[in-house]
């Protein structure tokens, strides 16, 4: 079956490192991977897309790898601040009847510690 | 456009009663998702729209469960004679027809309680 695997432990970082998520798959061949951020009680919010072809894209501070021989990808928060403290969900597309469906992992909780 | 908008953002109802919630998607955003969210879980797919066509429902979790899009803008989630184990946020989400690069918008969602 399709998995998407993100760590349910919390991870713990001091302000100004660098924060690093991954995101794991199985039984995909993924065009592209979304990656989310969620505050609690709120929606999710697009952070950064990935395609199959691109191994890295970057947004500000924010730096996304993509391995396809591996089935994985790292999300990166550089300089890191209390205010990048959410959950952090990575996506991907599942084709279903010729349409793509947006599915989630369970995604990882960032703590930063100031 | 202020993206999207779900309404209600909190429902508390009795076990038993149907409940309804509304999403209005961007207006340039041709489909519409419906997502289910648990704690400590990422949002889990029911259904979603390409204009007013349900494109797919298989993955609504009962027959309880039905949505609507009747013109191709908003759409509404029903839940009928809800259960204890429907309390979970309920999240709209909305993109446009084609790949992009934008990922997918979501609303707040609607926080339903089954007491």
């Known amino acids: 079956s399709q998995k998407i695997e993100q760590n349910s432990e919390a991870l713990n970082i001091q302000e100004g490192k660098t924060a690093t998520l991954t995101c794991n798959y199985t039984n995909y061949s993924p065009a592209y991977l979304q990656w989310y951020r969620q505050d609690p009680g709120r929606g999710p919010v697009f952070l950064l897309l990935?395609?199959?072809?691109?191994k890295e894209k970057r947004k500000e501070r924010l730096k996304v790898t993509f391995d396809t021989t591996l089935k994985q990808s790292l999300f990166h928060i550089t300089a890191s601040q209390p205010a990048d403290s959410a959950t952090y969900l990575c996506?991907?597309?599942?084709?279903?009847?010729?349409?793509?469906?947006?599915?989630f992992g369970r995604g990882t909780s960032l703590i930063v510690h100031p | 456009d202020t993206g999207v908008s779900q309404d209600p953002r909190h429902k508390i109802t009795k076990r038993g009663q149907n409940v309804t919630f509304r999403c209005d998607p961007i207006s340039e955003h041709n489909r519409l998702y419906w997502y289910r969210q648990t704690l400590g879980q990422g949002p889990e797919f029911l259904t979603y729209?390409?204009?007013?066509?349900?494109?797919?429902k298989s993955r609504l979790l009962s027959d309880r469960f039905s949505a609507e899009r009747p013109k191709g803008s908003f759409s509404t989630l029903e839940i009928q004679r809800t259960e204890q184990g429907d309390s979970a946020m309920y999240l709209c989400a909305s993109s446009p027809r084609t790949k992009n690069n934008y990922g997918y918008t979501f609303g707040s969602g609607t926080r339903l309680t089954v007491v």
């Open positions: 996506a991907l597309d599942k084709t279903s009847g010729g349409s793509y469906i947006p599915t």
């Open positions: 990935i395609r199959e072809n691109e």
């Open positions: 729209f390409q204009n007013e066509a349900q494109l797919e």
